[in-house]
Nanobody, 123 residues
Framework: QVQLVESGGGSVQAGGSLRLSCAVSDFKYERFYGWFRQAPGKEREGVAVIYTGTRSTIYADSVEGRFSISQDNAKNTVYLQMNSLQPEDTAVYYC?????????????????WGQGTQVTVSS
Protein backbone atom coordinates (compact mmCIF):
# COMPACT_ATOMS: atom_id res chain seq x y z
CA GLN A 1 0.00 0.00 0.00
CA VAL A 2 1.46 3.33 -1.09
CA GLN A 3 0.88 6.31 1.17
CA LEU A 4 1.20 9.82 -0.21
CA VAL A 5 1.31 13.02 1.85
CA GLU A 6 1.17 16.42 0.18
CA SER A 7 2.44 19.68 1.65
CA GLY A 8 3.40 23.15 0.53
CA GLY A 9 0.04 24.62 -0.34
CA GLY A 10 -0.92 28.14 0.63
CA SER A 11 -2.10 31.53 -0.58
CA VAL A 12 -0.19 33.65 -3.07
CA GLN A 13 -0.85 36.61 -5.33
CA ALA A 14 -1.09 36.27 -9.09
CA GLY A 15 2.35 35.94 -10.63
CA GLY A 16 3.76 34.24 -7.55
CA SER A 17 5.21 30.78 -7.06
CA LEU A 18 4.71 27.77 -4.82
CA ARG A 19 6.37 24.38 -4.57
CA LEU A 20 4.28 21.41 -3.56
CA SER A 21 5.82 18.28 -2.08
CA CYS A 22 4.54 14.71 -2.08
CA ALA A 23 6.20 12.39 0.42
CA VAL A 24 5.95 8.77 -0.73
CA SER A 25 6.01 5.88 1.76
CA ASP A 26 7.12 3.27 -0.75
CA PHE A 27 9.08 5.18 -3.39
CA LYS A 28 9.79 3.10 -6.49
CA TYR A 29 12.12 3.89 -9.32
CA GLU A 30 9.81 2.55 -12.01
CA ARG A 31 6.47 4.13 -11.24
CA PHE A 32 4.33 7.00 -12.43
CA TYR A 33 3.51 9.86 -10.06
CA GLY A 34 1.02 12.50 -10.97
CA TRP A 35 -0.27 15.81 -9.69
CA PHE A 36 -3.96 16.54 -10.08
CA ARG A 37 -6.14 19.44 -9.04
CA GLN A 38 -9.79 20.07 -8.35
CA ALA A 39 -11.31 23.52 -8.30
CA PRO A 40 -14.69 24.20 -6.62
CA GLY A 41 -17.52 22.94 -8.78
CA LYS A 42 -15.18 21.33 -11.30
CA GLU A 43 -13.95 17.84 -12.01
CA ARG A 44 -10.50 16.77 -10.95
CA GLU A 45 -7.96 17.25 -13.75
CA GLY A 46 -4.47 15.93 -14.35
CA VAL A 47 -1.72 18.55 -14.24
CA ALA A 48 1.63 16.76 -14.56
CA VAL A 49 3.08 13.24 -14.47
CA ILE A 50 6.61 11.93 -13.99
CA TYR A 51 8.00 8.46 -14.61
CA THR A 52 10.65 7.93 -11.98
CA GLY A 53 12.58 5.39 -14.03
CA THR A 54 13.64 7.92 -16.66
CA ARG A 55 12.42 11.22 -15.13
CA SER A 56 10.29 11.69 -18.24
CA THR A 57 7.37 14.08 -17.80
CA ILE A 58 4.12 15.22 -19.37
CA TYR A 59 2.00 18.28 -18.64
CA ALA A 60 -1.50 19.52 -19.21
CA ASP A 61 -1.68 22.30 -21.79
CA SER A 62 -2.99 24.70 -19.13
CA VAL A 63 0.25 24.52 -17.12
CA GLU A 64 2.87 23.77 -19.78
CA GLY A 65 5.81 26.13 -19.36
CA ARG A 66 4.71 27.31 -15.90
CA PHE A 67 4.71 24.14 -13.79
CA SER A 68 7.52 21.62 -13.39
CA ILE A 69 7.33 18.14 -11.84
CA SER A 70 10.46 16.55 -10.42
CA GLN A 71 11.66 13.86 -8.02
CA ASP A 72 14.22 13.50 -5.24
CA ASN A 73 15.04 9.83 -4.81
CA ALA A 74 17.03 10.41 -1.61
CA LYS A 75 14.04 12.11 0.02
CA ASN A 76 11.35 9.81 -1.44
CA THR A 77 9.58 12.93 -2.64
CA VAL A 78 7.92 14.21 -5.80
CA TYR A 79 7.63 17.96 -6.29
CA LEU A 80 5.46 20.32 -8.30
CA GLN A 81 7.06 23.71 -8.85
CA MET A 82 4.38 26.21 -9.83
CA ASN A 83 5.40 29.57 -11.32
CA SER A 84 3.42 32.47 -12.76
CA LEU A 85 0.38 31.36 -10.80
CA GLN A 86 -3.00 32.70 -11.84
CA PRO A 87 -6.36 32.82 -10.04
CA GLU A 88 -7.58 29.96 -12.26
CA ASP A 89 -4.89 27.76 -10.69
CA THR A 90 -6.79 27.92 -7.39
CA ALA A 91 -7.69 24.35 -6.41
CA VAL A 92 -6.98 21.48 -4.08
CA TYR A 93 -3.89 19.74 -5.43
CA TYR A 94 -3.48 15.99 -5.08
CA CYS A 95 -0.56 13.65 -5.53
CA UNK A 96 -1.25 10.20 -6.99
CA UNK A 97 0.70 7.06 -7.83
CA UNK A 98 0.31 4.59 -10.66
CA UNK A 99 2.43 1.42 -10.31
CA UNK A 100 1.78 0.14 -13.85
CA UNK A 101 0.80 1.30 -17.31
CA UNK A 102 1.98 4.33 -19.26
CA UNK A 103 1.63 8.07 -18.96
CA UNK A 104 -1.87 9.22 -18.13
CA UNK A 105 -3.61 12.37 -16.91
CA UNK A 106 -6.82 10.46 -16.17
CA UNK A 107 -7.60 10.17 -12.47
CA UNK A 108 -9.20 6.74 -12.97
CA UNK A 109 -5.78 5.32 -13.87
CA UNK A 110 -4.33 6.10 -10.43
CA UNK A 111 -5.17 3.78 -7.50
CA UNK A 112 -3.24 5.63 -4.79
CA TRP A 113 -3.98 9.19 -3.64
CA GLY A 114 -2.92 11.71 -1.04
CA GLN A 115 -5.29 13.86 0.99
CA GLY A 116 -4.68 17.04 -0.99
CA THR A 117 -3.34 20.50 -0.25
CA GLN A 118 -5.09 23.81 -0.92
CA VAL A 119 -3.61 26.38 -3.29
CA THR A 120 -5.28 29.79 -3.47
CA VAL A 121 -4.17 32.47 -5.94
CA SER A 122 -5.56 35.97 -5.55
CA SER A 123 -5.66 38.63 -8.24
Amino acid sequence: QVQLVESGGGSVQAGGSLRLSCAVSDFKYERFYGWFRQAPGKEREGVAVIYTGTRSTIYADSVEGRFSISQDNAKNTVYLQMNSLQPEDTAVYYCAARPWGGFSLREDDYPYWGQGTQVTVSS
